[in-house]
């Protein structure tokens, strides 16, 4: 039997198997990519949303929005009583009825629980309520709200009129805070106003609040002043785009509500004794108060009458522009009366009363309408 090597099988097994594994190791397949990572948006979508402050505030300043809301909604179409709480949310509320009615303007029901509001705040905090109000930025809500305050709440006697009203700055002037401030300290408010303040309303009211609670000689001396045109003042006249005329008209606007406001009698007697001129100021207090014909004026007219003469009386009618006693039947038919009760014979009251031809009469007997201002 013929007998084989077995040297040279087992080489060759050993050959195939170095080669099958070298190939094996060559191409050997690339590892698997890792998986990717798990995004944020994938782990907030399984997890709850988280609430931010941010987020938290923003929601409960809603909800107290709409609280808010739900009681100026309340204490105006339901009639509910305003019973301020002892943590109550008072700018809140204020904003609220903002929305709703504004703040400025307002009457009946909404302008009386703006009052209860901004007053009861002011009680409770004045020094958070004055911040708030002069901070609106809105200058005719902040004059309203200021002057609810001086009109309703008691200010105290350290209260600051003129900081206030100087960081106020507002054509929108808050009339109540200048009436309270001439009440307490008029000399003070006047000096203040006189130089920063451009409206002559503003200022007659003014001197109304302080003219009711002082005596006639004291009313007298400051209308004697007013009255007196050596006191003009050139540099405040300008700021007020004030001509002498103008100047003079507005003093004795201001000179008339003081006397407007006067018990009868004798209002007239202390200040006749004190103008540089007699007969110029009769003129004057007799025209400022023409255009008006309600009783209180009529009265005015017939005291006024009362302290002059006879020649005064035709001196001071004739200072008026006829036409104007022509247009207005009502006070012809009011002066003619009086004149009659003092003795002027007729041909007197027609020369100062002349009367108008029918077809150049503007208003009839039976008319309200007021006559127009003589100094117009």
């Known amino acids: 039997m013929k007998q084989y090597s077995m040297i040279p099988l087992a080489c060759g097994s050993a050959a195939i198997f170095a080669a099958g594994f070298l190939c094996a190791w060559v191409i050997k397949p690339a590892e698997s990519p890792p998986p990717p990572e798990e995004t944020s948006a994938k782990r907030d979508s399984r997890s709850p949303r988280r609430v931010t402050p941010d987020r938290r505030e923003s929601s409960a300043m809603r909800s107290a ?22 943590d109550e949310d008072y700018p809140r509320l204020l904003m609220a009825l903002q929305r709703r009615a504004g703040l400025s303007g307002l009457e009946g029901r909404s302008k009386w629980l ?39 709440c008691e200010l105290g006697d350290d209260f600051q009129f003129r900081e206030i009203l100087e960081r106020h700055g ?64 050139p540099e405040v006249a300008k700021r007020r785009n004030w001509g002498r005329e103008q100047w003079r008209v507005e003093h004795m606007h201001i000179v008339l509500g003081m006397l407007m406001n006067r018990p009868s ?37 017939e005291e006024l009458l009362n302290q002059m003469t006879a020649d005064e009386r035709m001196t001071a009618f004739e200072s008026i522009d006829p036409d104007f006693i022509r247009r207005s039947n009502e006070i012809r038919g009011n002066f003619e009366e009086v004149l009659t009760l003092l003795g002027h014979s007729a041909e007197e009251i027609e020369w100062m009363l002349p009367a108008a031809a029918p077809e150049d009469s503007t208003q009839a007997p039976e008319s309200n309408e007021p006559a127009q201002d003589p100094f117009d």
């Open 265 to 301: 009698p004798n209002r007239f007697q202390s200040l006749l004794e004190r103008v540089p001129d007699r007969q110029e100021s009769l003129n004057a207090l007799l025209r400022a108060n023409l255009h008006l014909n309600v009783a209180s004026a009529r009265r005015y007219r």
């Open 170 to 233: 507002s054509a929108f002037r808050p009339s109540g805070l200048f009436e309270e401030w001439a009440r307490r300290d008029f000399a003070a408010a006047w000096e203040w106003s006189y130089a920063n303040v451009s409206s002559g309303r503003q200022l007659q009211g003014m001197a109304e609040a302080w003219s009711e609670k002082v005596g006639n000689d004291e009313v007298a001396e400051f209308a004697a002043r007013l009255m007196d045109e050596s006191n003009w003042d």
């Open 114 to 152: 703006l009052c209860r509001i901004v007053t009861s705040w002011y009680d409770a905090n004045p020094g958070d309520a004055l911040s708030w109000v002069v901070g609106l930025g809105n200058p005719k809500d902040e004059g309203e709200l200021l002057s609810e305050i001086a009109r309703n």
């Open 65 to 86: 929005m709409r609280s808010a809301d739900a009681r100026i909604a309340a204490l105006l179409d339901d009639g509910q009583e305003w019973k301020p709480g002892l």
